[in-house]
């Protein structure tokens, strides 16, 4: 009985394209058709075919066809069972007659399902790795549930691929199982197991698309988006970890602008550096460029043996040249991403917020702090609404990054800061309009010190 194979010389006819979207993407799919020729029924054909009669989907690719009376020029359509693993149509015309046998060729095979199985664990796995991290060590309910999200997402296009990757599953011929190295083992912090851990899941998301296009295009395509959303949850988890880190102990932060001449201001910053200020932001919209970038040199030179962080309101392009510590961003000024193209990846980027929302997007956009408020009634800007201590308390028990209180804050209104679980202030008047900054200052590091032992979600390292 003769075979009907595709035609080696004569690549498949593409009938139709049609485009499918999944979220942004739109993805072209081909309708393609094989040209057969007849094989006589040898070992040498069924070798061309590429079947692999031991996997247990041969039997979808393989259909005898006996139809009596079958009229040649008019070839009636073949239908095969339906199967996620063909990566061609599942219904070909194809010419047929008495006796003959439609021999399909299966491009995917028991090997590259056992791929897809291992790299969908391997994901799932680290992904889990990650949400506990998230949950339990930087306790951050938004990227956890993030995080969270990815791994259903995963399960459930893994699931469009059909169950068959459980049965092709054979752990003791794996020979990876005892392929290691030293590095495999070594991990210095939480931290780097959340990292490494995410690192895998992002290795496994492209092996799931590379593989997965012979079974199921249109779901190999999501794997893609998958991964890039591993992406933004890494850079997230990075700024979180620099900026608990690098602003573990600051607690005090002050708002100060070019005062009233080049040398008052430098004898003013110095009495702040002299007292142990954590941190100094440069803000002034009355200077012009020249000046506000020489005031902001001095600043950069009085901040430099210190261990007060010098940040710049604003502009990415002033603290850049300065040498800045960072760039604090307001919602109307450039987004995260877009100052780190001018900062680079090292420098501390914060963000005012002012709503839980705008909080909760800080984290996504990868900033490294925020400023919340305005609490109270301020000096140097005015607001129309103040979201109060109600989004102190919000952002406390929510939000992970750290977070400075800010707007109106002298040191009597200090306590009922503190008590919303916020234990970071950003001050601006009380302290730089001050005829006596020092005193000030040793003021609100009185009140705030015992703090430093605070659990909230804003001060976990």
Avoid at 236 to 265: C, E, H, M, P, W
Wanted: proline residues 7%; glycine residues 6%.
């Amino acid at each position: 009985m003769p075979l009907l194979l595709p035609d080696p010389n004569r690549p498949p006819e593409i009938v139709s394209t049609t485009n499918r979207s999944i979220g942004n993407l739109s993805i072209p799919v081909q309708q393609k058709r094989d040209t057969y020729v007849e094989f006589p029924p040898t070992e040498e054909a069924k070798r061309l075919s590429g079947v692999q009669l031991p996997f247990p989907l041969a039997s979808a690719t393989l259909r005898s066809v006996a139809s009596k009376g079958a009229d040649w020029r008019k070839p009636p359509r073949i239908s095969l069972a339906p199967s996620p693993f063909l990566a061609r149509p599942t219904n070909l015309d194809v010419p047929h007659r008495d006796n003959w046998t439609v021999f399909m060729t299966a491009s995917f095979s028991q090997n590259a399902m056992r791929i897809i199985d291992v790299n969908a664990n391997r994901a799932a796995e680290g992904l889990r790795v990650v949400e506990e991290y998230l949950r339990f060590v930087s306790q951050n309910p938004g990227l956890a549930q993030h995080c969270k999200q990815i791994r259903h997402d995963l399960a459930a296009k893994i699931a469009q691929l059909g169950p068959q990757r459980v049965s092709a599953r054979d752990t003791s011929r794996d020979v990876g199982r005892a392929l290691t190295t030293e590095k495999e083992f070594e991990r210095g912090s939480l931290h780097d197991v959340a990292i490494a851990s995410l690192n895998r899941v992002q290795q496994a998301m492209r092996c799931l698309e590379e593989y997965g296009k012979l079974a199921n295009p249109i779901v190999a395509a999501s794997f893609e988006g998958l991964r890039y959303q591993s992406y933004e949850l890494e850079s997230a988890i990075r700024a979180l970890q620099v900026g608990t880190s690098v602003l573990k102990d600051a607690k005090l932060y002050v708002l100060i602008d070019g005062a009233d001449g080049a040398l008052n201001f430098e004898k003013r910053v110095r009495q702040l550096v002299d007292s142990r200020v954590d941190m100094l932001q440069l803000r002034d919209k009355q200077l012009d460029d020249r000046q506000l970038l020489q005031r902001a040199h001095a600043l950069r030179k009085a901040t430099a043996d210190s261990t007060t962080l010098m940040i710049v309101n604003d502009r990415p392009d002033i603290a850049c040249l300065s040498g800045a510590d960072g760039v604090h961003l307001g919602q109307d000024d450039m987004q995260v991403h877009e100052a780190r193209q001018i900062m680079g990846t090292e420098p501390l980027i914060g963000v005012s917020t002012h709503s839980l929302t705008e909080a909760q997007q800080a984290v996504s956009d990868s900033a490294n702090y925020i400023g919340v408020g305005p609490t109270f009634p301020s000096q140097t800007k005015q607001f129309a609404d103040f979201p109060g201590l109600a989004l102190l308390k919000q952002i406390s028990d929510q939000v992970a990054l750290p977070a400075f209180a800010i707007g109106g804050i002298g040191w009597p209104e200090t306590e009922s800061v503190l008590n919303t679980g916020i234990h970071r202030v950003a001050v601006g008047a009380a302290i730089w309009n001050s005829p006596q900054p020092a005193e000030q200052v040793a003021r609100f590091r009185q009140q705030l010190t015992p703090a430093v032992t605070s659990t909230s979600y804003g001060d976990t390292p």
